[in-house]
């Protein structure tokens, strides 16, 4: 691929497949061109050379950074359906907001039950018409100039540029009538009021929507190259809590500090057993040691610090406990695999990290890399529970819904390759 990752084109929840640019679509694609050109929104194609596929995309403004939109098949005719070029997205939320018309727009979710659970209620509580799903608030005399506010389906414009799953006919909040010039303005205004009515919800439908976050998306073709998978009859059992655990993380789609922490916990299971082990072999060869001396108080100091039991049972700290899990499940040729395997993936990880983040070494070519893999795993663990790595504080805590949390899936996904190998190194034959 042309482009590195840092355009911020990936998805936490899911691949967006994307058809490849046609030639059938030429006449849209110079139509597209010429609209981005005249209203200076930067375009590019961007090709994946193992599948011969390209695909096109626009970058609307989003704060002080870009958002990517696809614009390739169903999605380009879509975009030249609406004027793209007056819309803006709000960093850090699927919500999108026109200076000129007054208005934001932004996706909404349910919890703790579904969205149309919610709308149902809303309906049913409210006295609408079944199935009238839209639900607007005008401002008083009292509140003169502030928005109007309408829960219903997606505009064109919502569904064309924000291309979630499901993004026609999804309900949206939208806040109209509005006097804004920039985008933290719009932000300040989509958190005011947005919070005000949602809270006020949940307090009297006792469910509620949250806004949906800005999602890490990452954008692949549809494959031309067909691989055969073919089932084989089971012959390794699992056990069934770390499986649990690993399949609670896989549900958590949405919720990536969750995500990450049960597949860190199906990992740690496994702790007491491979730490246990390598405490065998530092004891073995301190007592073959020739210079070992059971009188020598730095010696006995030595084999205690070799055998010093946790909480959890294992022996070591937790950091060290980790490392030993991942060398004893992994060797060093598949970690490197997998960081090569896919290019957005590498490029996360060969860029420069944000302060406090273990960094992994894959320039270095000859490095074993899983310490540092248990490291970096370890790091951020800590700064989701917000514990103390060691003598250092790990860094700044991880909050639910911050950007930071929400860039996690590359990690998620690191954690989540070294859950698995640890299953598969700890299974046993079917009996």
């Not at 108080?297 to 022996?315: E, N, P």
């Not at 800590?382 to 700044?396: A, L, P």
């Amino acid at each position: 691929m042309s482009d590195s990752s840092s355009d911020s084109e990936l998805i936490a929840e899911e691949l967006i497949e994307l058809e490849e640019d046609t030639g059938g679509a030429q006449e849209s694609l110079a139509e597209l061109k010429k609209r981005c050109e005249a209203a200076k929104i930067e375009i590019r194609t961007r090709s994946f050379e193992d599948d011969g596929v390209t695909y096109t995309s626009v970058g609307l403004p989003s704060g002080r950074a870009k958002r990517w939109v696809g614009a390739t098949g169903d999605r380009l005719e879509r975009l030249l359906q609406v004027p793209f070029e007056k819309f803006v997205f709000l960093q850090g939320f699927e919500a999108i907001c026109s200076y000129e018309d007054g208005f934001i727009e932004a996706g909404v979710r349910g919890i703790p039950v579904s969205t149309m659970a919610i709308l149902r209620r809303m309906a049913r509580l409210t006295g609408k018409e079944a199935e009238d799903y839209e639900f607007v608030l005008e401002p008083g005399d009292e509140a003169q100039g502030r928005p109007t506010y309408r829960i219903g389906n997606s505009s064109d414009e919502f569904a064309a540029l924000v291309q979630l799953p499901g993004s026609f006919g999804r309900p949206t909040l939208r806040l109209e009538n509005l006097s804004v010039s920039c985008h933290e303005q719009a932000l300040d205004i989509l958190n005011k009021y947005a919070n005000g009515l949602l809270f006020q919800m949940d307090l009297a439908f006792d469910a509620s929507f949250m806004l949906e976050r800005e999602r890490v998306r990452r954008f692949r073709p549809i494959s031309r190259k067909v691989r055969a998978i073919e089932l084989q009859y089971p012959t390794a059992e699992y056990d069934d809590a770390p499986l649990s655990l690993y399949w609670y993380a896989r549900s958590a789609r949405s919720m990536p500090l969750l995500q990450f922490l049960a597949f860190y916990q199906c990992i740690e299971f496994f702790f007491p057993t491979f730490s246990k082990a390598e405490a065998r072999r530092k004891i073995a060869l301190l007592l073959k040691d020739p210079t070992f001396r059971a009188d020598r108080d730095s010696d006995v100091a030595r084999l205690l610090s070799a055998i010093s039991v946790s909480r959890s049972g294992g022996i070591g700290d937790e950091r060290s406990q980790l490392r030993a899990t991942v060398n004893e499940c992994l060797n060093a040729e598949e970690l490197r695999t997998f960081f090569d395997e896919d290019e957005d993936r590498s490029a996360f990880f060969r860029g420069k990290p944000k302060s406090g983040i273990h960094r992994i070494p894959l320039s270095n070519e000859g490095a074993d890399l899983r310490n540092d893999v248990a490291d970096r795993i370890y790091n951020f663990r800590c700064r989701i529970v917000h514990t103390k790595d060691g003598e250092n504080q790990s860094g700044e805590m991880i909050l639910p819904f911050s950007e930071e949390a929400g860039f996690l899936i590359f990690d998620i996904e690191l954690a989540q390759f070294v859950a698995r190998k640890v299953l598969i190194a700890t299974s046993s034959l079917l009996a």
